[in-house]
């Protein structure tokens, strides 16, 4: 079945520098990939996505490009900050069926 | 626009006694949803989902049961909670047909059972 892999965390940085999460999928067709942010306490966010295979989805500084070759789509950030500190997880809609990963935590320290 | 309301905020009950958290959707019609559960520094477990009103699919076995009694209504019961139902629930909506939509997410239910 279709799945979502990604690093474990916690990662911890420090301010300015640079953020690669790595993420991977199994799925069949063509499915659509997301990340979101999910901040203490508080639902998931949509920070991007992509519908298909090279695109690229960019907010906030953070971007992430469709690798269908490699099924990745590896969050990055050049420069993080200490309030991009949260859960980050990577996600892909098949069919109107959501898959997440289990989550990246980041810690960003002034 | 459209928002995603969930109450209560946060819920501690005792074990053995029953459950009832509420999500609705406003600004759109006959979306699907969606109840997760998130365990303290887990990922999110799918638990149910729904296409339509009455329509209700399970993701898993567990002692929870999920209702749409409106379009855009959706409840997540149980008759007698266990401890292991602890954790942070999420209710999410997504339209219908369209391949590339994004699931959103309301606010969620932090749920301590003592």
């Known amino acids: 079945g279709d799945s979502v892999t990604q690093m474990e965390g916690p990662v911890t940085l420090s301010e300015e520098a640079f953020l690669t999460i790595n993420c991977t999928y199994t799925a069949t067709g063509y499915p659509s990939l997301f990340w979101y942010v999910q901040y203490p306490g508080e639902g998931l966010q949509l920070l991007l996505k992509?519908?298909?295979?090279?695109d690229k989805g960019s907010n906030k500084g953070f971007e992430a490009t469709y690798r269908k070759e490699t099924t990745s789509f590896h969050l990055e950030k050049g420069s993080v900050q200490v309030s991009d500190s949260a859960v980050y997880f990577c996600?892909?809609?098949?069919?109107?069926?959501?898959?997440f990963g289990s989550g990246t935590k980041l810690n960003v320290k002034p | 626009s459209q928002t995603i309301h969930q109450w209560p905020a946060t819920l501690v009950q005792p074990v053995g006694s029953p459950l009832s958290l509420e999500c609705t959707v406003e600004?759109?019609?006959?979306?699907?949803l969606y109840w997760y559960r998130q365990a303290a520094g887990r990922g999110l477990q799918l638990l149910f989902y729904s296409v339509g009103i009455g329509q209700i699919s399970s993701e898993v076995p567990q002692n929870l049961s999920a209702s749409r009694p409106q379009d855009r209504q959706f409840i997540l019961s149980s008759k007698k909670l266990l401890l292991s139902d602890s954790g942070f629930y999420l209710c999410a909506w997504s339209r219908q047909g369209v391949r590339s939509e994004t699931q959103y997410f309301g606010p969620g239910t932090r749920l301590l059972v003592l």
């Open positions: 600004g759109t019609s006959n979306p699907n």
């Open positions: 996600a892909l809609n098949n069919f109107n069926k959501f898959y």
């Open positions: 992509a519908t298909k295979a090279d």
